[in-house]
T-cell receptor, first 118, second 114 residues
Framework: AQTVTQSQPEMSVQEAETVTLSCTYDTSESNYYLFWYKQPPSRQMILVIRQEAYKQQNATENRFSVNFQKAAKSFSLKISDSQLGDTAMYFCAFPSNAGGTSYGKLTFGQGTILTVHP | KAGVTQTPRYLIKTRGQQVTLSCSPISGHRSVSWYQQTPGQGLQFLFEYFSETQRNKGNFPGRFSGRQFSNSRSEMNVSTLELGDSALYLC?????????????FGSGTQLSVL
């Protein structure tokens, strides 16, 4: 079974600084995708970034980038130039088929609460 | 395009009752999945529906059930409520539930069982 581990329950950063959130996972699959979602106080989960495992290049989306190390099964999220609106809970997620017929199941890490201070 | 809509936003029930939660996916999306979020257990997958068929199921007791209608709207039902069922229930939709697809989430239904 796939597992996803986020070892940092809480992180804080000053506005405009850079912060890195860690995530490790375990899978026997060779071709897969990984996601980072954020959940602000409004509770609505929003996709931050997606990485395809067979791609060597790390994904980037504006101020968000990942450091994907397939051999180490590590998938960290870097947020540059942090903004107050980045305050949220961040989840690393891995889609799996749970023995079913699709990949509609996401396995989430425990989450990291990120607070950006002015 | 309207987002994923979950109703109601808040619900208070007592032990032993049953509850039905509703989710309307984004227009054109045929995959709907449900998650339970609690402070202790985090986010846990309940089930996924596609074209009115359950394709995936998580490790929850049979008291948790769901269904999907022909317009892709989905409902989940919890019977014989227990205190431990208090949680935020999130619904998510995607076009087909593929492994590379982004999920669009609703704002959730906060269920409190007294």
């Amino acid at each position: 079974a796939q597992t996803v581990t986020q070892s940092q329950p809480e992180m804080s950063v000053q506005e405009a600084e850079t912060v890195t959130l860690s995530c490790t996972y375990d899978t026997s699959e060779s071709n897969y995708y990984l996601f980072w979602y954020k959940q602000p106080p409004s509770r609505q989960m929003i996709l931050v970034i997606r990485q395809e495992a067979y791609k060597q290049q790390n994904a980037t989306e504006n101020r968000f980038s990942v450091n994907f190390q397939k051999a180490a099964k590590s998938f960290s999220l870097k947020i540059s130039d942090s903004q107050l609106g980045d305050t949220a809970m961040y989840f690393c997620a891995f889609p799996s088929n749970a023995g079913g017929t699709s990949y509609g199941k996401l396995t989430f890490g425990q989450g990291t609460i990120l607070t950006v201070h002015p | 395009k309207a987002g994923v809509t979950q109703t109601p936003r808040y619900l208070i029930k007592t032990r032993g009752q049953q509850v039905t939660l509703s989710c309307s996916p984004i227009s054109g999306h045929r995959s709907v999945s449900w998650y339970q979020q609690t402070p202790g257990q985090g986010l846990q997958f309940l089930f996924e529906y596609f074209s009115e068929t359950q394709r995936n199921k998580g490790n929850f007791p049979g008291r948790f059930s769901g269904r999907q209608f022909s317009n892709s709207r989905s409902e989940m039902n919890v019977s014989t409520l227990e205190l431990g069922d208090s949680a935020l229930y999130l619904c998510a939709s995607s076009f087909a539930g593929g492994r590379d697809e982004k999920l669009f989430f609703g704002s959730g239904t906060q269920l409190s069982v007294l």
